[in-house]
């Protein structure tokens, strides 16, 4: 039986499930969230808790398991609590601003870069724009956003100047050897 599979998944005061087949909604104070789950498991309800089941013990159906167990329990985190990511911005003059849903990045191109938040996510800006923090209810909907805001500047090797999310190493090579 898998781990993370066979764990039931707590539904938090004022969060309320709603299965239909392998549609499962799940609404909590935060807002909505619905998705599909992956073929060969069910889901059953209890007293406020769900349990995914697999329906039988294929390879297939052992990988879904587990992934359809963490995809409800993120669900139910994020309508309940909500994700936060933190980005840090590097470099000098590197910085970010906030006009509405759209991003301005000045990071050393020629051209302040936009880009367009999705619906449902906000962001804060901190440190006179150096520091981005990124919330919503999504998990793979603030992992996206993230990836392609870094996407706009990685962080190169030789200085760290770019951007990068809070706690990420950033692996650093040493500069050109001196001519004897």
């Known amino acids: ?32 969230l619905a998705c599909h789950l992956p073929g060969l498991v069910e889901i059953q309800q209890g007293d406020g808790v769900l349990e995914v089941r697999r329906l039988d013990e294929s390879r297939q159906a052992r990988a879904n398991h587990g992934l359809a167990r963490s995809l409800v329990q993120n669900m139910v985190t994020g309508v309940s609590v ?8 590097e470099g000098v003059g590197y910085r970010a601003e906030a006009e509405g849903q759209q991003l301005s990045f000045s990071v050393g191109y020629s051209n302040p870069v936009k880009y367009e938040l999705p619906e449902g996510i906000t962001v804060e800006l901190a440190d006179r724009g150096a520091k981005l923090t990124l919330k ?9 956003v993230c990836a392609q805001i870094r996407a706009i500047r990685p962080p190169e090797p030789y200085k760290g100047k770019g951007i990068r999310l809070e706690g990420e190493r950033v692996r650093r090579k040493v500069g050109k050897a001196g001519v004897a």
């Open 136 to 144: 919503g209810i999504d998990k793979e909907q603030i992992g996206q």
């Open 1 to 32: 039986m898998s781990r993370i599979g066979k764990m039931p998944v707590e539904l938090p005061k004022g969060v309320s499930a709603n299965l239909e087949g392998t549609h499962v909604k799940i609404k909590g104070p935060l807002g909505t």
């Open 82 to 89: 909500g994700y936060t990511r933190v980005m840090l911005i």
